[in-house]
């Protein structure tokens, strides 16, 4: 068990619906990653926050937007929903950010696999 | 721009048999290199990493790891392996703002 929780685990829907994913990170760690695992394109980094303020982004589609909360917990908001966007969603924590506090390593949650029919 | 490539779609071997899995760097300074398992339906799990010192790296699960800076390889190694290795293996280098950036990925098969 890595410590990190997302929510839901599965979630099914349709073309054009909004859905948010959850995750909680580890208790402690500031920084949040966002990452879109789908089949023809592997892992793909998409927004990254570290104590609530977004600190880079990656391949994310003007649809999905992200927030991490006074909490630290993020969710991850997809829009517009397209068949495409299925795939599995992954959040990782780490203490990084600012400062290079940590050695290096993400820790992941199991996933959030949405299907979009 | 930092990049890893991992050559191989699938690795097979015989259980009991070395393996190694291959991954190539490209980065500007020094690499922080990292390795991730992933089981059916899980998330990716943390094997070892390679910040500095000494070339050969040893993580969990009796894995290793063999940084190479002449050939920029960073080849994931076990001596023997098991059918409870057969998993979907990345590797990974650290971007900016330390984010992880992640090669296409190699599914190892152990054959019993």
């Known amino acids: 068990d890595s410590g990190v929780t997302q929510t839901p685990k599965h979630l099914i829907t349709a073309t054009g619906q909004r859905v948010t994913l959850r995750c909680s990170p580890r208790s402690g760690d500031l920084s949040v990653y966002w990452y879109q695992q789908s089949l023809d394109q592997g892992l793909q980094f998409l927004i990254h926050?570290?104590?609530?303020?977004?600190?880079a982004k990656g391949n994310i589609l003007e649809r999905f937007s992200a927030q991490q909360f006074p909490d630290l917990h993020s969710e991850l908001n997809l829009s517009s929903l397209e068949l495409g966007d299925s795939a599995l969603y992954f959040c990782?924590?780490?203490?990084?950010?600012?400062?290079?506090?940590?050695?290096?390593?993400?820790?992941f949650g199991e996933g959030s696999r949405l299907t979009v029919l | 721009a930092q990049s890893v490539a991992q050559p191989e779609d699938q690795v097979n071997v015989a259980e009991g048999n070395p393996l190694t899995v291959k991954c190539t760097y490209s980065?500007?300074?020094?690499?922080?290199l990292f390795w991730y398992v992933q089981y059916p339906n899980r998330g990716l799990q943390f094997l070892l990493k390679?910040?500095?010192?000494?070339?050969l790296v040893k993580g969990s699960y009796g894995f290793e790891a063999e940084f190479n800076k002449s050939q920029t390889s960073f080849h994931l190694k076990k001596p023997s392996a098991l059918v409870s290795d057969s998993a979907l293996y990345f590797c990974?280098?650290?971007?900016?703002?330390?984010?992880?950036?992640f090669g296409s990925g190699t599914r190892l098969l152990v054959r019993p």
């Open positions: 926050y570290y104590n609530g303020e977004e600190r």
């Open positions: 390679y910040i500095t010192g000494d070339n």
């Open positions: 990974a280098v650290r971007g900016s703002s330390y984010k992880l950036i």
């Open positions: 980065v500007s300074g020094n690499p922080y």
């Open positions: 990782a924590s780490s203490p990084h950010g600012r400062g290079g506090r940590g050695t290096g390593e993400l820790f």
